[in-house]
Every structure is written in C-alpha cells, then in structure tokens.
C-alpha cells in the first residue's frame, strides 16, 4: 500500500519527478561505467600477455621491458645477442622460448622479427593461443603476416606486396623500397597489440638493415647473403615447471657473456597498473561527486514539494498514518526513483556496451564484458541506495516533523 | 445498562465494564495552550457527549473549536486534564497508540482538502482501511455501498479525487470516515465550500448517515443556519464559560 501511495504520489510530480531521474540515471550510469570499465580495462590489459613465464632482454626497468616487449610501446635501450637466445632454448628450465627483434615500422604499425614459435606458443587472454583468420605463418625470407587491425586499416590481404620501413615513424626518410614483403598470413583478432604488428622473420629484419645493394643481390638469390641474425631485443621463455622461475630468473640476471635481465610478466603489469591508479581514482572521484550532487537533487526535489503536500500529510494523518509512516512514505519515494534509475542505468549501459563492443575493441584494444551483473556492481549498488537513503533521510524528517505539527483544518 | 449495550458497537464491547460506557465523549478539566501564546487555547473543565448524539458545536473564529477537535482526534494532546474516548482515557496512550485508535474509531471531515487529489476515491478510502488495518477483503463493495447513501454513483469509484466537484468530494470524504465503522465521527465546517442546494444535501444526508449507524457526531461550525439539522448546540463560550463557574478546577 505504502509503495503504491509513494507511487502515485511520485506520478503526481511527473515533471520534476522525470527530471530527477534523469539525473540520477545519467550519474548512475556515469558511475557505473568508470566501475565497469575500471574493472574490465584491467583485465583486458591483464590478457595481453599469458602463459609466458619471464620476459628476457637488456638490462633497464622492468616496466620499460614490459612496454616494448609486450606493448610495443617505446624503443628497446638495447638488444640481447642471438646467442644468448639459443643459450636459453637450450637450457633445460626452458620448455620454449620466443625471440622478438623490434624497431621498424610499417606504416605506423610497428614491425616484429620472430620465428615459427611465436605462431606456436605465445598465448593471450585465457591461454589462447594465435590463430590464422587467413593464409598461414611466414616461411621465407621476405614473407610476413599482420593482424587483424593492420589488415583492417590498411586494407591489406593474403598474397598482397608491402614495403618496410626502418625506423618507427610512419614517414621514415631510409624506406626501404627495395624489400617488398608477400603477406602470408592475417591473424584473428585478440584485442592485444598483437593485432597491430606486422610479423616477419628474425632474418628479414637483418636483411631490411642491409645496403640496397645487398638487398638487390638477395632479391635475386636469398642465399647469396648472410641474414643470419646477429641480436634480438627480447625473448618470451615458457618454463618446463613454474617453480623454475625463480631460479631461472636469478641464473639470467647473473648470466656472464652478456648482459641479461629477465622480468616477471605478472609482477610488471600489477606494477603498471598501479601506475595507473591514480587517474583511475581521479575518475571514481569525479563520479562519486557526480552522484552526490544528483543526490542531492533528489532531495531538494523532494523538500521542495514538502509544501504543497502539508494537506496531504494532515490527511494520512487523520486516517491514523503515525509520523513514522510518513517518514517512510518519502524515503519509499526516494528509493523507488533511486533503483528504477539504476536498474535504467543497468539497461542502458548494457545495451551501449553490446552495441559497441566492436569499435571499442578494434579503436583502443578494450574488450568490455557487457554483462554488468556483477559482484562489484552489485557492491556499487549497494552503495547508492545506502546513500540514497541517507541523503533522502533530510526531506522524510521534514516530512516526520510536518507530520508531527500537522493539525486539523489548520488553514 | 441494557439501553446502552444496544447502543455500543460490537468491537467496542470491552469498554463496556467503564463505569462511564454512556459518554462518548468525556472531558475533565482539559486545558491546551499554544506555545507562546496566551490568547488562543481551550479551558473545559467538563463535557460528556453521549453516544449517538449528534452535536452542533458553533462559536466565533479563533474561539478554539478546531483546537478541540485536535484534541479529540488525537492529533494534539492536551497540557493537563484527561480526555476519554468510548471509555477509554484517550489522553494516557502514546502517539502511536492514539494513531491507532484513531484509524479505527474516529472518523473526520476537514472543511476542505479531505483527499488525496492524484489517487482514485477508491485508493483514498482504502487508505483509511489500510492505516485501520481493518483487513477488509472487500473494500470496494462497502464503498459502493456507502456512496450510494451518500448519492453518488459507483463509478466514481475509479475517478481520480481532483476530477470531481468539492460537494462530491466532501460526500467522499464522508464516506471515507464511515468506511471502518467508527464510533466518532468529527466534522469541521465541512460545507464552508458548498452553495447552499449542496449545503443543505450534504447535511441532510450526513444526519441519515449517522442516525443510521447510531455515530456520535461532533459538528463545528460558525454557520448558525446549520444548527436547524441538530437537536443538541453547544457553544463553545459556554463551555469555556463553566469554568468560570467552577474556578477551583480549572487549571
């Protein structure tokens, strides 16, 4: 009966009521998103990496290392020996090992030298490994397969001629005009770096680095000329065990003919994230405000129509309603308004996460769940209504103290 | 004895071993007083209203009638003296048990604004059967019921209150007061906003209504012609005017 009388009451007041609950859905859903994306960003950059033990390259921070290796994001300070990488291979510890060599680019997509284990053991996400949308992985020497976004953008396809660049940036003055790569292979989409790079060969990269007319003499013979590579920026190790690591770590850290430093994938990205914190928390703040001040908006709603219903009160009044029943019927108007918005917001933010999944993954790598039913946003939830509570408690005791003075007839 | 036990409502029965079970309405030597005002206020040293009579209560404004019907509905207290109600010293129980009583055993009419505008006639009676919890599984046939005695059709039943005109809603508001059976029924200038085809309706057909349900019936107005449809007056001054007769019990 109470919740049918707030009820009514609420659709007597359509036109402040509406607009209080569009503030309160527009701040939900504002707060709810920052919640959901916060927690999904994380694990969408928690699912670039997987199942890689240890990051091994030259020594400098261990985020710097992350970065490039693993987000293709800033300039290796220096590259390992190739031979380092087939020390590593063969060691014991070592169940397969993955070499990168970067610093060229392809139209602004960045260039990675590897070889065939990089098809066949890098993983992502939940343990997910690489696979071919097209064609297959690169064979010789001047073949190359590109992800998904770089096929995308470019608009390139399977049997399709590119030129690659030296340097990183999209319009380097050393082109190499005269290494025309065949595309082999186009990788399904990850929602990692991974489709952002052109993959070519540890030899490729040694021959693109080669004086033109060397380049010309490979062209005509692969044979003539040696592209044996001479380093690699980073090696990505899969260990035999895990309890290895540890000991693994510490054996190449200490390692004498040349200088190596392996990094914990892991403990690197919680690192990172917790870089990232801050603006994080910046975001939660603004949309805790956000909220608080639609809140109060709420309530001012509420007050504001506290004068115009001094009849009414004395009426409930009359028919035997105790304040404390008045006091409920304007919280039951507050919560009824709070939770209709969150569960809008709800809808709402589902419907535009499904509907947009596909451009947030492919413009910043975001894969978004758009399920939003869960724990956290059950915590979230939580929250609000409590605070809607609070704050609406100021108009109920208005209402309690109006129920209390309230006499017959009292024109 | 006997006269009375015919008199007395069947959920009324446990007041019947009151000495006083002949009085509705019984006052002694109440007094009330607003804050910080000496003018205003009510002294009564005594009043007895029987049950079933219907009591024309007139008096200038500002002599304290709404005051006492405050008092007798429970809504304010008063600052010394006690108030029985069908037996019972209203005036001892707590605010949540006088709530209570008053839910079941009073009704009231304000002069106007007696509904909630935006709910149906039928949600604003409920509400009185609903702060009653009366537990009628029925409310709409009753209601019906009762507005057809009040000379309204049935299907006003599903009109919002603030469609209908203010002497369908003073009827409403009757019927409203009637709907849990109460043994009190308090009128306050209900037809100051009636022309006077309406008043006289109104009137003769609140008499009907509490004849026929034996209601003690408190009546205020300042209109002397409505004092016709009553065979009991009282003046307000006059019940203050005791006091001054009885100088030692009044406070």
Known sequence: MLVSLAWSSLGSRKKSVVLTFLSLLISISVLLSVEHIRQQAKESFNRTISDVDLIVGAPSGQLNLLLYSVFRMGSPTSNIKYESYEALQESKLVEWAIPISLGDSHRGFRVMGTNGNYFQHFKFGNKQALSFQNGQAFASLFEAVIGADVAKELGYQVGDHVVISHGIGNTSFTNHDNTPFTITGILSATGTPVDKTVHVSLNAIEAIHLSASKQNQLLDDANSVNTTPESVTAVMLGLTSKFATFKLQRDINNYKTDRLMAILPGVALTELWQMMGTVENLLRVISILVLISSLFGLSTMLLASMQQRKNEIAVLRVLGAGPGVIFTLVLVEALILVLLAIVSAIGLLSITLTLSSDWLAAQYGLFLSPNLLTLETLKVVSVITIAAIVTSAIPAFEAYKNALHSSLSAV | ?251
């Not at chain 2, 209203?49 to 006492?68: E, I, M, P, Q, W």
């Not at chain 2, 300042?222 to 016709?228: E, R």
Request: net charge neutral; aromatic share 6%.
């Open chain 2, 1 to 251: 004895m006997s006269e009375v036990a015919e008199h007395a409502h069947p959920n009324n029965a446990e007041n019947d071993a009151n000495p006083n079970q002949d009085a509705a309405i019984e006052l002694s030597h109440v007094s009330y007083r607003y804050n910080g005002e000496n003018s205003s206020g009510v002294d009564i040293p005594e009043w007895k209203v029987n049950y079933a009579d219907r009591v024309f209560l007139h008096g200038h404004s500002g002599s304290g009638k709404t005051t006492l019907l405050n008092l007798l509905a429970g809504v304010l207290t008063p600052k010394s003296g006690t108030l029985s109600l069908l037996g019972k010293p209203f005036s001892a129980l707590s605010a949540r048990q006088k709530d209570k009583f008053r839910a079941q055993h009073i009704g009231v009419v304000f002069q106007q604004f007696n509904l909630i505008p935006y709910l149906s006639v039928l949600k604003n009676i409920e509400l009185a059967t609903y702060f009653a919890k009366a537990g009628k599984t029925n409310v709409s046939d009753a209601a019906s019921k009762l507005l057809l005695g009040l000379n309204l059709p049935a299907s006003i039943l599903q009109q919002p209150a603030h469609s209908l005109s203010v002497g369908q809603q003073q009827r409403v508001a009757i019927a409203r007061a009637l709907i849990n059976k109460p043994e009190i029924l308090l009128v306050d200038e209900p037809t100051s906003a009636l022309d006077a085809a309406a008043r006289d309706a109104f009137m003769t057909i609140l008499i009907d209504m509490c004849k026929q349900h034996k209601i003690t019936l408190i009546f205020v107005s300042h209109d002397m012609y409505l004092k016709k449809f009553f065979e009991t007056s009282v003046e307000m001054c006059s019940l203050k005017q005791s006091s001054l007769k009885q100088p030692a019990e009044t406070k």
